[in-house]
């Protein structure tokens, strides 16, 4: 099942899912560029969410620590 998320006071971030299934989140931009991140636990997912700056967490935490892709607008 995909949970989104509006993240309010990110910068960047529009959109936040996660696929508690496939453990799969994904990250989408103000730009409309949207990061996918593979083996993600449902932990991260929640500890991000639920942070005080979404992006310095996604950025700290998420963004180079998981596998992922990039899908272009």
Known sequence: MRRGY???????I???EY???TKTLYVKLLS????????VTH???VSLISSESQEDYYLTH???KYRSRTIEP
């Not at 409309?32 to 083996?39: I, P």
Request: no cysteine.
């Open 43 to 45: 932990l991260e997912h």
């Open 62 to 64: 998420i963004y180079d």
């Open 14 to 16: 529009d959109k936040v």
């Open 32 to 39: 409309g560029k949207t990061f996918v991140h593979y083996d």
């Open 6 to 12: 509006n993240p309010m006071g990110a910068d960047n």
């Open 19 to 21: 696929d508690g299934r």
